[in-house]
């Protein structure tokens, strides 16, 4: 494959990208800049002090898109990037992250991404961020994103994290303070292969009256890998809090699931679920009986909770 | 033709020894009938609808499908040379859609109308459900209607159903019997039902009666339902003398 063609192929797996894209974009490749648009509402400018950019959102932006996606296909690039959004009031807005890796050298290539996002009040943020690495190299592939965001009040995030294959490393840091009436909803997808580790840190403060979050995060671990979840969900107001881990065990590999709901009120009301198991053999008999392999009903299911 | 010949199972038991659930049971079973397998519980009902759909391994006997001996098939070539049949208590799926499933036993997606159809015919208001998780938000009742959508999705020319009354309310109980009815009357499918209801039973062009692992009787609605009292007595004093 060539380089155009690797490119290519990472922009549409983490940012389901086949063309340039509307709206406004950054496009980082291999610790460069390779592209950028800005819009009337959606300005983009480096940082002076440290790698990343700043990202400002103008108050009453709708319906707009923004998509800055991380490519590395260049051997033993480390970098840290720190980003930060300004999303301004009643704004309607996608943000399409993500870091796509195609190591095949030998030197390990990491990306640390911390992204901070000051969300003003009454806007709705959809952030997707997926990972993906790839490669024949012996280098290790490596991304540890750090989150943090503030939202205003009556403010909604939904906030998609997806890391499906090929990152062998990752620490996951997300902390989130939903002011009164904010809303959060997120959703993170894991599979980790090989003796591939993901350690996810997320923490979500409801903070002002009528908070509400829902924590919802599946992982399939095969191989040998190791996945450790701790997901807290923090209610300092009358607030609600759903956390739910499900994750599938396969083969040789080890989870750890540690949700922790904290009510410094009265009116919190806070709920978590958590289980870990291996795919029921009825589960892929059902499916066996409606005409699919146990291989195709095993892939259907793992694909299922991920989706 | 579904032709089952001296099909045993057995596992072990106390002492080394060995408890026949499935002992010796030959039977055929024609195109387009409506059949229903009743008896006591623990009589091997189940087992001999899991040994023809291939989940239970028959240590004895050959299973014909249309003349093709299907005894080492696999569920899955079971399933795709035309059996299909619906678990008494059907796993849950997180993850998969009420919609996901039924496009999976069609072998094609679904138009929406369609699949709409398959849960009507179950009793349930459909657009409450397509898009949502067979996970364990849903009630007993409600999963397992949908896995009985899922088996009229598939469409085979072999249909089992075990114990497909079990946890399902009055309403649709009554709208369930008339589907069977319906797919008896309107296509040569053949119906597998395990039941223990008289309503379910009295449908049937045949009823065939399994206790104690062996074909205990056959015959006419008419002909097994008075004799089915006699064969709970004896096995309940069955069941007393083993205590």
């Not at chain 1, 280098?139 to 890391?163: H, I």
């Not at chain 1, 989130?176 to 959060?184: F, L, R, S, W």
């Amino acid at each position: 494959m060539g380089n155009s063609d690797i490119r290519k192929d990472l922009l549409a797996k983490i940012a389901d990208l086949h063309e340039m894209p509307q709206g406004a974009y950054n496009i980082r490749e291999n610790s460069k800049a390779s592209g950028r648009k800005n819009t009337k509402n959606i300005i983009i400018t480096n940082k002076t002090d440290k790698p990343g950019i700043d990202i400002v959102i103008l108050p009453g932006t709708k319906k707009q898109s923004l998509h800055i996606p991380v490519l590395i296909t260049e051997t033993g690039i480390k970098e840290m990037v720190y980003n930060d959004f300004f999303i301004g009031d009643d704004c309607d807005v996608m943000i399409v992250a993500g870091c796509g890796i195609h190591n095949e050298g030998d030197e390990g290539s990491a990306h640390d991404g911390v992204h901070a996002f000051a969300i003003g009040k009454n806007s709705k943020v959809k952030y997707i961020e997926k990972h993906y690495g790839e490669g024949k190299g012996t280098g290790e592939r490596v991304m540890n994103p750090t989150m943090t965001a503030r939202l205003g009040e009556g403010s909604v995030l939904e906030l998609e994290s997806v890391q499906i294959g090929g990152i062998d490393s990752t620490v996951r840091k997300t902390t989130i303070i939903a002011e009164a009436g904010a809303e959060v909803n997120l959703q993170e997808r894991l599979m980790t292969d090989g003796v591939q580790s993901v350690t996810s840190d997320t923490e979500v403060v409801l903070d002002g009256p009528g908070a509400k979050a829902r924590i919802n995060s599946r992982s399939v671990a095969k191989g040998d890998s190791t996945q450790v979840f701790y997901p807290r969900m923090v209610g300092n107001a009358d607030c609600f809090g759903h956390v739910q881990c499900d994750s599938i065990i396969m083969d040789n590999a080890k989870v750890r699931s540690i949700p922790e709901i904290a009510a410094n009120s009265v009116d919190a009301r806070l709920v978590h679920e958590a289980a870990i198991g291996k795919i029921a053999g009825d589960q892929i008999n059902k499916l066996m009986t409606l005409g699919l392999t146990a291989e195709e009903a095993e892939e259907k299911i793992l694909s299922g909770l991920l989706k | 033709m579904l032709r089952l010949e001296n099909i045993s199972y057995h596992v072990p038991s106390e002492g080394g020894k060995r408890e026949a659930i499935l002992d010796d049971v030959s039977l055929t079973i024609p195109d387009g009938k409506y059949i229903v397998i009743t008896g006591p519980n623990g009589g091997g009902k189940t087992t001999l609808a899991k040994v023809i759909m291939g989940l239970v391994e028959s240590d004895a006997g050959k299973i014909y499908l249309d003349e093709t001996d299907i005894t080492g098939y696999t569920v899955t070539e079971r399933a795709n040379a035309g059996i299909s049949y619906g678990f008494q208590q059907p796993p849950r799926f997180k993850g998969l859609t009420v919609k996901d499933l039924l496009n999976i036993a069609a072998g094609r997606k679904l138009k929406t109308a369609e699949a709409c159809d398959y849960l009507t015919k179950v009793g349930l208001c459909a657009a409450d459900y397509l898009t949502r998780e067979v996970d364990t938000s849903l009630s007993g009742g409600e999963v397992k209607r949908i896995e009985i959508a899922t088996i009229l999705a598939k469409n085979a020319p072999v249909m089992i159903f075990d114990e497909p009354e079990a946890g399902i309310d009055l309403w649709s109980f009554n709208r369930l019997t008339g589907t069977f009815r319906e797919i008896h009357e309107s296509s040569g499918v053949t119906l597998i039902i395990i039941s223990h209801q008289e309503r379910i039973i009295s449908q049937a062009d045949e009823v065939l009666l399994i206790a104690d692992g062996k074909l205990a009787g056959r015959g006419t609605p008419d002909e097994i339902l008075p004799t089915i009292d006699g064969f709970s007595r004896r096995s309940c004093q069955k069941i007393e003398a083993q205590m």
